[in-house]
Structure formats: structure tokens, C-alpha cells
């Protein structure tokens, strides 16, 4: 036992340097900048190598393709998209919609589509966002109709991640009988998806305008909301790690300054005021990560206990995201207000995410209504 | 059933189990008892065999406490703090074998409890600067000096004594780590009041205390290092919180919110779901430190933990302070309370104790640096006390 959790934890070691290695070499952060000015936002052939490597499949079942890994796994691969800031429809494809189509239970959406996602041959997201954009898979305001051999879909949702430049949506809808998950193509009559023009240039939303779309109904309506509820929490989690990536990353470059500016004579990490920041970035970052990490094992462990170790893990490590951007900018002085420097990048990253999928306040008001509510 | 090598966390569940079967901790003595899981090696379970220990990583020492608190057993930590948490670590690792038989057990089982001699009127964070001269005598030390703020001492049948054996030397190279014998007739003690209300802590004054060579721990002139051993062990100790979900000081707070609904407000459930969620993510973080997941060194979990906790202890009691309103201002009594655990303290005197958390093992100012110091390699602090002899550095 002791030494299977010990390879596992290797393994994944593994995983992450590779990942790491990948990002530093083909998406640096000169590409990055680069690719934050383009319309699209990513590179198709970045796209493509995760797909090679099998970033994309990690936690799908072999005979779609994937490896069959577990969150944790995935969690280590998705710190590292973070840390690298990797532009691409990661949260959205594998993030939400390969886990709602794995949970689905419904082997023709998983036959159609999660083969062609985990080959990076189609990129999805879900949608579950009301009209102010909150995260709202319980009570979506889209609604289903039925039209006989199938579905029409009609209403707006916006912020949507990873919308712009979808093939497929993931749509939560009411229909008459209950919440369910329905496929819309992005190409088809009644579909539009607009790019929003976000403070974050590395990761893109759109607003999504349904007008009596057609969809296809994936799963049922009995567990469609159970299947969205556990989807939102899975993704928190891989965006709690992609939050760690980024504040751990936002550390070492302030830790790194810190050591090389000289101001009266010596490193500036010298001094109390200086140093003592980045002591409390160091242990904000640790404390996020073992949410993560523990919601992550939560998932997999497969309990009734993901909601609150996933709302604990999506306020810390946002909180933890967006205060160590906040202090990075303060150790860099001058230099951290500008264009060039990268702090700004990493910083508006973590604010962007931490209005994704809900913010710091929603994940504790959740926590609040299961830990202290009667 | 019996475990004859037990490897892994089910062995030494099973191992309590059978202890617990043999010798019931709700009807037996506290000293059979501990001294039945201390011969099982349960007492840590990292220390060797014939230590208290079984040879095992010492992240499986939460499984047995599990077990063995779980039927009812003392808490050895609460009952002996600086005997358990410290010095054992200590004695095992800088003391002889003579010293490491004797002392061990009767630590475990709180029939001699312990203390610490470590901070003076002036050196307290600035530790190494301590002025107690031990002076070598044949095979003997002679010890004259004062130290303060020292726990238990009125209690403690034996003492972790840090002494200056060469004040010519830098102040980190001249120090010498002792056992010393409370009952010595050159140690006095004196109880100090607290704000509290309390007494926990003492001055201790030695006037040509004795104590024997062979009581020594580590080489001479190489106490720094040794005591490094003790503070390490003493962050982790008292830096480790709460090992289980929901207990600890936070469980206090939210009994209060459940108890008292007349209480709350939406302010106060924010408030108390952010101290919630902090709890929380100090505990994963002690316990995934602590079992070398990501390990960031040895004592890089007990100093988070420690400056983690006092801080979020102080917010805590200031939380429950506050949802008691005008309740809150109200002092029971400052008569000297037996108990001395926060944890069963009435909510203001805990507030009170609360404000010692930031101050005792390091303070946060201090392991602020460590953190950034040691965990993160950052330049050390201006100073111009480190290379000039002991005699020379500035006092006051
Ligand atoms: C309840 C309690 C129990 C204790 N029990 C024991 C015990 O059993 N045995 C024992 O030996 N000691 C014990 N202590 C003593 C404790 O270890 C010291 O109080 C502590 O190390 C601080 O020392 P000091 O009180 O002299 O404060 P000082 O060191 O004088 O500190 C005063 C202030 O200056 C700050 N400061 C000092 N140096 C620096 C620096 N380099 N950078 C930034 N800020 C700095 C401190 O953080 C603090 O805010 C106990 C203390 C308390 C409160």
C-alpha cells in the first residue's frame, strides 16, 4: 500500500516535470504574449501536442483513448498549464466537458464525442452560466422544448470559458421534465457565441445566445443536475490547481527579485517589510495547495464530500491566487507595474479565474451553508 | 491478536487495538497505561525499538493516537508538553544510552514531567545571547543564572537547560546543552502571573546548581545545534493543530455559532467560514508536510503550522469575543485556573491565552524569517552580533 502511493506520487512527479518541460520549451512565455494578441488566443499545434501526450486523456477511460488516471494526476498536469499561463480550451474540454460526458452515463455521447476530444479533434465546454455569468448549474436560465425527435434550446448565457472557438457546447437547460446536459453544435442554425474582450488576454470567454437551437440530450433529465453540480466541482478543482501554478510561480519570481535588486546596499529580501511578504506568500501557497490536493483526493476517493473540500479548495486558492499576484507587484516596485514586466500576466490570470465557476465569496458561502448552517 | 512486525498503519492500529484490549485505559492507572503502549513502542512510533518507538515513519503515529485516545487515553503531549514534544527528541537524539533508558518512560507516562530552561530577561528571541554560565568542576558543571517565561517549572521534575560554557566565543559557538535535576538545591523557582490570571510560567533562578558531566546532551560548545533539535520539535508540536477534521479551537468557535443563535449575524458566518476554511487548510497542510508529500525540509511544516495557528488561534478567540458582544467582556475570575489547555478554557480566559500564541516558541516575527530565511532563501537579517565574542555584543 505504502509503496503504490509512493509510485503513484512518483509518477505523477514524473508528469509534472514533463508538462513543465513541454510549456517552457513550446509555449514560453515570449509565445504567450504573442499568442494573447491573436484573435484565436492559442496555438492549434500547442493543442495538438497535449493531445499527443496525452494531457487531454488523462482521466478517460482507455477505451475512449485516455489513460484512465485519477484527478490527482490531472491536478499536477493542470498546476503546470497554470504555472506556464497555456493559452487553450483546457478548462473547458477537459476541465467541464469531458468530465459531465464521463459522468453522464451515456455511452452514445461518450461514443460521438470523448475520442474525437481526448485526439484534441474537438474542442467543448460546458454551459451553465446564467445571464450575469454566475455559475449556476442547479437553476439554469436556458430552456429545453421538445420538438419531438429532439430538442430546441433558447436563451443567453455568458462568460462562458472556453466558448469562442468550440466545436461543441454542453448546454444546461430546463426542460419540463428537469435539468439536463444537451449537445449543440456551434456551427448550427440559432447557435452564436460572441468573444468577450477580457482583462486576462490567455484565457478567452464568450456570451452564448441560443434562439431555438437544436440539442441533443445527454444523459437524462433525472441526473442532469447532479451530473452539472459534480462537473462544476471536478473543474474547481482543476482550476484551484491552475491557480496554484500561477501563485507558485508569482512566488518564485518575487523570491528571485527579491534576492538580486540591491537597494541601500543590499538584496532587498533582506529587509523585514520584504521578506516577511513573501514568508506569507510561501505559506498562502502551501496552505491552497494542500486544499487542493485534498478536495482532488476527495474526488477521487468518490464520496458525498466533494462539495465542501471543492468549495474549500475554489476560495483558498483563488484567495491565494490573487493576493500573491497583488504582493508580487508590490516586491517588484516600479518594474512590477509595467507592460514588460510578467507579473502583470500571471496577476490578471488569477483574477480572471477567480471569477470563473464562482468566486471567493460563492465557494464560501457554500462552505459556509454545509459546515455552520443548521 | 498479535502484530510481531508491524510495517504498516493497520499493524499499528491493530497493535493499539491490542494494548487498549489488555490494558483499559478508562479503568487502569494513567502509569499502567502509558506505560503499556511506551513498552508496545506506540509512544512514537519513529523512536527504535526499546525507545517507545517501532522503527516506523512517524506520520503513522496519528493512527495509534487515533486508537488509543479514541478508547479514552490520555493525550501525552497535553500531558506532558515539553517532556513529550521536546525533550524526548532531544534525548534521543544528542543524549547517551544511559540517559535515553532513563528518561524516556517515565516522560511518557508524565510521572516526571519537564520542562524548558531556555529564555532569559535578556535573550529571548535573540536565544543565543543567553548569559547562564556552566562552568566545568571535575566531572562535574556548575551552574549560576536566571531564566524566565519557563513553563511548568513549578511541576517539572527535570529541566532542558541551555548554559554558556565559553562567553569568549561568538555567542552560537559558546553554548553547552544539560539535563538538569529540578530537585538540586541551587535551583529556586518563582511563579509568575500572567494576564490570564494563571501562573504557568516561572522564573527560575540557579546558584551553583550541580549537574554531572554524563548529563550533558551533545558535545561541549555544540548546544546550538542540539537546541535547534528542541525548537524544531517544539513548532511542530505545538504548530501541528488539531490532527482531526472539525476539533481544535475552531470546533470551539462553531459550537458557540450552533449554541447560541440569538448570536449571529451574516458578518459573523462570513467571518467564521474564513477562520473555517483556514482551519482547514493549516490542518491538510500539517499533515501533508508532515508526511514528506512535497516535503520542503525538516521542520518547514512545524514552522508553518506554528506561525499559522497562533495567528488564526488569536483571530479565533477575537471571533467568539466579538459574537459574544457585551457577554465578552465579562471575566469569570482571575483566580489560577488547574487547567492550562486552551481547549477547555471558558471562551474569554482562552481569548486571553490567545494573545501568548504569537510570542511563545518564536515568536511570528521571528519565524517569519525562518520561513524566509530557511524555506526560501532569502538574505539574513543586518546584524553585527554574530562574529565578535559574547563578552562584546550589546545589551540592553
Ligand atoms: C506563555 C509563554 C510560555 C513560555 N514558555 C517558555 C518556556 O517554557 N521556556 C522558555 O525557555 N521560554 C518560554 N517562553 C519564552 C518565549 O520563548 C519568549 O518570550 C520569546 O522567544 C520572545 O522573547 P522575549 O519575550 O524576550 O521577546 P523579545 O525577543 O524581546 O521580542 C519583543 C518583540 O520584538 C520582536 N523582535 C525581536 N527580535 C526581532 C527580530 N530579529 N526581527 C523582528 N522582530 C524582532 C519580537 O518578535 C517581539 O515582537 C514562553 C513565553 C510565553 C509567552
Redesign the pocket.
Known amino acids: 500500500m505504502a509503496s503504490s502511493v509512493a509510485e503513484a506520487q512518483q509518477e505523477r512527479e514524473e508528469l509534472r516535470s514533463m508538462v513543465r518541460g513541454l510549456c517552457e520549451r513550446e509555449v514560453p512565455l515570449a509565445q504567450v504574449r504573442r499568442l494573447m494578441e491573436t484573435p484565436a488566443g492559442d496555438d492549434p499545434a500547442v493543442w495538438r501536442r497535449l493531445a499527443d501526450l496525452d494531457l487531454l486523456g488523462l482521466v478517460v477511460p482507455a477505451e475512449f483513448g485516455g489513460s484512465g488516471g485519477d484527478l490527482l494526476t490531472l491536478v499536477a498536469a493542470a498546476e503546470e498549464l497554470g504555472r506556464g499561463l497555456v493559452p487553450g480550451p483546457f478548462l473547458g474540454t477537459v476541465g467541464l466537458a469531458a468530465t459531465a460526458l464521463q459522468l453522464s452515463e451515456d455511452p452514445a455521447a461518450q461514443q460521438a464525442y470523448l475520442s474525437r476530444l481526448v485526439a484534441g479533434d474537438l474542442r467543448a465546454t460546458v454551459v451553465a452560466q446564467d445571464q450575469l455569468g454566475r455559475w449556476a448549474p442547479a437553476a439554469p436560465t436556458t430552456t429545453a422544448t421538445s420538438t419531438g425527435d429532439g430538442w430546441a434550446l433558447t436563451g443567453t448565457s455568458t462568460h462562458v470559458v472556453d466558448a469562442v472557438g468550440a466545436d461543441l457546447l454542453l448546454v444546461a437547460a430546463q426542460a419540463a421534465g428537469g435539468v439536463g446536459v444537451f449537445a449543440v453544435q456551434t456551427g448550427a442554425p440559432g447557435v452564436q457565441v460572441e468573444a468577450l474582450s477580457t482583462m486576462d488576454l490567455t484565457r478567452r470567454q464568450g456570451r452564448v445566445v441560443l434562439d431555438g437551437a437544436s440539442g441533443v440530450l445527454v444523459g437524462s433529465l433525472d441526473r442532469g443536475r447532479e451530473v452539472l453540480e459534480r462537473t462544476g466541482d471536478v473543474a474547481v478543482v482543476l482550476l484551484g490547481a491552475m491557480q496554484i501554478g500561477v501563485a507558485q510561480k508569482l512566488l518564485e519570481l518575487s523570491v528571485d527579485y527579491a534576492k538580486t535588486r540591491f537597494q541601500f546596499g543590499r538584496p532587498i529580501g533582506g529587509f523585514?517589510g520584504v521578506k516577511h511578504r513573501c514568508a506569507d506568500m510561501m505559506v498562502r501557497v502551501e496552505m491552497a495547495r494542500s486544499a487542493v490536493l485534498h478536495a482532488a483526493a476527495v474526488a477521487d476517493a468518490g464520496g458525498s464530500g466533494l462539495p465542501r473540500a471543492a468549495s474549500l479548495a475554489g476560495s483558498t486558492a483563488s484567495a491565494a491566487a490573487v493576493r500573491t499576484g497583488s504582493d508580487a507587484i508590490q516586491v517588484h516596485g516600479g518594474i512590477g507595474f509595467t507592460w514588460e514586466s510578467p507579473v502583470h500576466l500571471y496577476y490578471k490570470r488569477a483574477v480572471g479565474d477567480a471569477a470563473l465557476l464562482g468566486t471567493v465569496a460563492d465557494h464560501r458561502d457554500r462552505y459556509a451553508s454545509i459546515v455552520l448552517d443548521d | 491478536m498479535t502484530v510481531t512486525e508491524p510495517r504498516t498503519v493497520t499493524d499499528v492500529e491493530d497493535l493499539a487495538r491490542a494494548v487498549v484490549a489488555r490494558v483499559d485505559p478508562t479503568s487502569s492507572s494513567r502509569e499502567e497505561f502509558m506505560g503499556a503502549c511506551f513498552d508496545a513502542g506506540l509512544a512514537w512510533v519513529h523512536f527504535p525499538v526499546g525507545r517507545g518507538g517501532l522503527g516506523l515513519p512517524g506520520s503513522m503515529q496519528s493512527a495509534a493516537d487515533r486508537v488509543l485516545q479514541g478508547a479514552g487515553g490520555p493525550d501525552p503531549f497535553r500531558q506532558n508538553p515539553?517532556g513529550y514534544g521536546m525533550a524526548a527528541p532531544t534525548i534521543l537524539g544528542h543524549g547517551s544510552a544511559a540517559l535515553q533508558e532513563r528518561h524516556l518512560r517515565p516522560l511518557y507516562t508524565a510521572e516526571e514531567l519537564w520542562?524548558?530552561?531556555?529564555?532569559e530577561p535578556d535573550a529571548?528571541?535573540?536565544l543565543a545571547g543567553l548569559a547562564t554560565r556552566a562552568e566545568k568542576s571535575g566531572d562535574e558543571w556548575i551552574v549560576t543564572g536566571q531564566?524566565v517565561?519557563?513553563?511548568l517549572a513549578h511541576r517539572a521534575r527535570f529541566a532542558l537547560l541551555l548554559a554558556r560554557t565559553d562567553p569568549d566565543l561568538p555567542k552560537h559557538r559558546g553554548l553547552t546543552y544539560f539535563v538538569l535535576d529540578m530537585e538540586d538545591p541551587g535551583v529556586e523557582v518563582r511563579p509568575l502571573r500572567?494576564m490570564t490570571g494563571d501562573a504557568?510560567?516561572n522564573e527560575v533562578y540557579m546558584t551553583q546548581a550541580r549537574i554531572p558531566d554524563s548529563h550533558r546532551l551533545g558535545e561541549v560548545g555544540q548546544g546550538w545545534n542540539v537546541a535547534m533539535t528542541t525548537l524544531m520539535n517544539e513548532r511542530s508540536a505545538i504548530g501541528g493543530g488539531p490532527a482531526m477534521e472539525d476539533t481544535g479551537p475552531i470546533a470551539q468557535a462553531v459550537s458557540l455559532w450552533r449554541t447560541r443563535p440569538e448570536l449571529r449575524s451574516p458578518v459573523l458566518r462570513d467571518r467564521l467560514a474564513a477562520l473555517y476554511e483556514r482551519s482547514e487548510a493549516i490542518r491538510l497542510t500539517g499533515s501533508r508536510l508532515r508526511g514528506g508529500i512535497g516535503s520542503k525540509g525538516p521542520g518547514a511544516e512545524g514552522t508553518i503550522g506554528k506561525l499559522v495557528n497562533a495567528e488564526l488561534n488569536q483571530e479565533i478567540y477575537e471571533f467568539c469575543i466579538d459574537m459574544l458582544g457585551p457577554e465578552g467582556a465579562l471575566y469569570g475570575s482571575y483566580d489560577t485556573a488547574d487547567e492550562t489547555t486552551a481547549a477547555t478554557l471558558p471562551l474569554q480566559r482562552a481569548f486571553l491565552r490567545s494573545r501568548?500564541n504569537t510570542?511563545?516558541?518564536?515568536?511570528?516575527?521571528?519565524l517569519r524569517?525562518v520561513v524566509a530565511e530557511r524555506l526560501l532563501g532569502l538574505p539574513g537579517?543586518a546584524r553585527n552580533d554574530k562574529t565578535v565574542p559574547w563578552r562584546e555584543v550589546p545589551r540592553g
Open positions: 523585514q | 515539553m520542562c524548558q530552561l531556555f529564555s529571548g528571541s535573540d531564566k517565561w519557563t513553563s500572567q504557568e510560567f501568548a510570542i511563545e516558541g518564536g515568536t511570528s516575527e521571528v524569517n537579517d
